[in-house]
């Protein structure tokens, strides 16, 4: 790494920091305004208070750092130009694509921590947020209404159950599927498949299915009326809660699970839209910075105000594209791996046409 390098990307890295905490601190003050309600009628101790926002804190850091980079970028790049600093380097020779990239692998190394942040740190500590909010926050809060469609447990090491939909008020499940996997977990051995399950109270009992044994190409089918399952140890309270969000899993989990509703014949799409996305956001860092660098390489006069104004124009119209490309990805009207990328596509695009006309 050279002295220029060391010197552009000191310059980068000291805005991105400071706009990285800025944003930070401002989300979880807003959150807490909002929150102050619940914390004082619930009387929650300010050890718990202080451990939620540890725990949200890897989710705003995910959220914030396209924000940050831009604003990172824009400062930089647009604080060197002002100063003839990008024309003197221009002027000894050196292109702009040279002068541009420590910001651009700097882009590319922070998209890989985001990436791998958010399949290792993020769901465990969005679930623990999660935890501290339903036990101490949220303690009225009737959680029998949410989160009851395709339902995926683990009974045992070899043993999964899918419940395509559960109706509380008669403590009923539909569309039951329980699959056993040899040790390996490669190959599906026995699979139970049933329209219901009912709670009689102290158990469950699953109702009018059927068994199917897998032996190597062979397979044996026996139809039964009803299978006692004492096994079963959640109650059906516990079904409201069991089946996170997909922030809440990593992206192997997410996979697993979408793998489980294609078996059951359920629509993956919306929850593949949200699978491609935990791969196509934190690319975002590095096409905004793509975007953002070039165009601030230019000498203008507009000062800070500026800067930090487009900067929020640009992440709002960004952010307002992948939301709308996640909302058409749901509902189908378009394919869940464009709907992900789209806002990646349109803006790599604009930033690639922007760095050729800024080059020139």
């Known amino acids: 790494m050279t002295i ?4 552009i990307s000191q310059k980068f890295l000291g805005t991105l920091a400071f706009a990285l905490i800025a944003f930070s601190a401002i989300y979880i003050v807003v959150d807490m305004i909002g929150y102050l309600d619940k914390f004082i009628d619930q009387d929650v101790p300010l050890h718990l208070i202080i451990k ?30 002002r100063y003839n600093e990008v024309v003197a380097m221009s002027a000894a020779g050196i292109s702009l694509f040279r002068i541009l990239l420590p910001l651009f692998l700097i882009g590319l190394i922070i998209s890989a921590g985001t990436l791998y942040i958010g399949e290792r740190l993020v769901p465990y500590t969005n679930q623990k947020k ?52 040899d040790d390996s977990y490669n190959k599906i051995v026995r ?13 469950w ?25 004492p096994d079963f140890k959640f109650r ?13 899993m990593s992206y192997w989990e997410l996979r697993r699970f979408i793998g489980n509703i294609k078996r059951n014949g359920g629509d993956p799409n919306r929850w593949l839209v949200d699978l491609y996305l935990k791969i196509a956001f934190p690319f975002a860092n590095f096409i905004i910075v793509l975007f953002g660098a070039p165009l601030s390489s230019r000498k203008t006069r507009s000062g800070p105000a500026i800067s930090f104004g ?51």
């Open 4 to 7: 220029l390098d060391k010197y």
């Open 130 to 181: 999660l935890d501290i909010f339903t036990n101490y926050m949220d303690k009225a809060r009737n959680h029998n209404v949410s989160r009851n469609k395709d339902i995926y447990l683990q009974i045992t090491k070899n043993q999964w159950l899918n419940i395509g939909y559960f109706d509380s008020n008669i403590n009923t499940g539909y569309k039951i599927s329980i699959e056993y996997f």
């Open 52 to 81: 939620y926002y540890a725990y949200y804190l890897p989710y705003i850091i995910v959220l914030a750092l396209p924000v940050a980079m831009l604003l990172a970028s824009l400062f930089s790049v647009g604080q060197m130009s």
């Open 310 to 360: 487009i900067s929020l124009l640009i992440c709002f119209l960004y952010f307002g594209i992948i939301k709308t490309g996640q909302a058409l990805g749901h509902n189908g009207t378009l394919t869940p791996m464009l709907a992900a990328w789209i806002g990646n596509i349109i803006f790599g695009t604009a930033a690639a046409f922007i760095f050729v006309k800024m080059s020139k």
């Open 205 to 229: 009992a699953i109702l009018n299915g059927y068994i199917r044994t897998f032996k190597g190409e062979n397979e044996e089918v026996e139809l039964f009326e009803r299978i006692e399952r």
């Open 236 to 248: 059906p309270n516990d079904l409201s809660k069991v089946q996170k969000k997909a922030e809440e």
């Open 191 to 203: 699979r139970i498949d049933a329209p219901r399950m009912v709670w009689d109270g102290t158990s």
